[in-house]
């Protein structure tokens, strides 16, 4: 339904807001952007009860791209913006994207603890396994060993599993996605979309300038699937595909049902409405100020 209570028929198309992306040719975003548009359209979601939320990086440019309501803030912020948007507006459809930079240095924090609440979002992190639009040092996701502009001798860290880091903090629905396998991760975006908590999207997405022009074929290489009997509601069978290095297993690897933090919220406010139970304010103040 429109703002006017007309039924509209939404396709990718009409996701688009006009502004062309100025990612690099190759870059894996497109592939990221062009299904997030072919969900949105699946799914009809209107345009004008939507909000996508982004930090800075190269992937944090995705909102201007969507014709949805959008905010670009700082550094690692994306999934505080969300909080404060799911909070305000439960009724919408919030979404929260960025970079594995972005996702994982200064704003790993807030993924745990977005992780830990159940979140009502769904938050895509594309990850490229360095910093893209800072040229090209070491991130948190970088292979160990690599060399990048930071590291000329190598990585001397070991990499974070986003995917592990997540399932470890609280989300309840975790997937792995590729940007070169549309199909696949328009499906996996769809599902995430309709999931009740928070749902994180890891998307391998390669960076043609600063990783080169193998990294896709690579990635692509390793791809694999999940068996057909696979049961994403036991955390161990998700773990276990963490910390890949010699494949690369896309699909939902963990998904199980609990309350979100709207729920939570809500379900407070309906007993602080009653009144019944809240203490009085001078009863609150006497908690930190005992002479009141």
């Known amino acids: 339904m429109s703002a006017a209570g007309v039924k509209v028929e939404l396709k990718p198309g009409d996701y688009k807001s006009g502004l062309k992306p ?19 359209a699946q799914l009809e979601i209107e345009p004008w009860n939507t909000v996508i939320l982004s930090g800075i990086g190269c992937s944090s440019r995705l909102p201007g791209y969507v014709k949805t309501y959008g905010f670009n803030g700082v550094h690692g912020r994306a999934l505080t913006l969300a909080t404060g948007v799911k909070v305000a507006r439960p009724d919408l459809t919030v979404i929260a994207v960025g970079g594995d930079g972005d996702g994982l240095a200064i704003g790993g924090n807030h993924l745990i603890h977005s992780c830990r609440r159940n979140l009502d979002v769904l938050y895509i992190l594309m990850d490229n396994e360095i910093y893209g639009l800072t040229k090209g040092q070491v991130a948190p996701t970088t292979p160990t060993g690599d060399k990048t502009k930071s590291t000329f001798w190598g990585n001397p860290e070991p990499a974070v599993d986003p995917c592990e880091l997540a399932i470890s903090t609280g989300a309840t629905w975790v997937a792995r996605g590729f940007s070169g396998e549309m199909k696949g991760l328009t499906e996996m975006i769809v599902d995430g979309l309709r ?98």
Not at 22 to 40: H, I, K, Q, S, T
Not at 240 to 259: A, S
């Open 195 to 292: 999931h009740n908590g928070f749902s994180f999207l890891n998307v391998m997405s390669p960076c043609v300038t600063w990783r080169g022009d193998d990294q896709f074929k690579e990635m692509k290489a390793k791809l694999a699937e999940l068996p057909a009997d696979y049961d994403p509601t036991r955390r161990a069978n998700a773990v276990q595909y963490t910390r890949e290095k010699d494949r690369i297993t896309c699909g939902v690897l963990y998904r199980v049902e609990g309350p979100s933090l709207t729920d939570q919220l809500e379900s407070m406010k309906e007993r602080a409405m009653t009144g019944g139970e809240a203490p009085s304010t001078k009863e609150i103040l006497s908690r930190y100020y005992p002479r009141f």
């Open 22 to 40: 100025v990612w690099c040719p190759g870059c894996g975003d497109f592939g990221v952007l062009n299904a997030l548009y072919r969900a949105l």
